[in-house]
């Protein structure tokens, strides 16, 4: 009976190992996982930034060719491009143009907030998967010294009762 009591204890003790080593390699998974997403969202944060800066460029470009169209229709009407309603037309189209700028920079801005965020998140997941793997290591361990330390119990109790059995002491054991 001892030696299925110490082949039992060692076949937990192997599954332990085991099981110790397959939820640390899956908390390190998920945690590569969570850091390649935050870098994938951290690089769509710099592309969503990049696409409104040129997205702005553009608007900035098509602004100022609704002004050169005004300005060439006033002038080919025969009007004084830079003086009186002329004048506050253009400024006008440049103030909503310069608005329609600052409104799509402002809008990549919050794309590239929200990805910056989700990246964060990912990394913060990465981290305690990092700190679950150490615990699953240590906690798997300790279960498994746990064990080796029943088991080490368990054989020294029937060792000392066949001992006291041979000298005909019960010492307490039954």
Sequence with gaps: STAFTVGGALTSFAGQQQQTSANTALFRYQGAVARNNQILFNRQAAD???RGEV???RQALRTRQLIARQRVGQAGLGQTVDTGSA???NTDAAATGKLEELIIRQNAQREAIGFLTQGT???STASLSDRAAR???RAGNI???GTLITLAGTVSSRWQRRQFRNTGLTGGFS
């Design 87 to 89: 004048l506050a037309l």
């Design 121 to 123: 998140n990912f990394g």
């Design 55 to 57: 997205e702005a460029a």
């Design 143 to 145: 279960a498994s010294v």
């Design 135 to 137: 615990d699953a290591r």
């Design 48 to 50: 969503a930034t990049k």
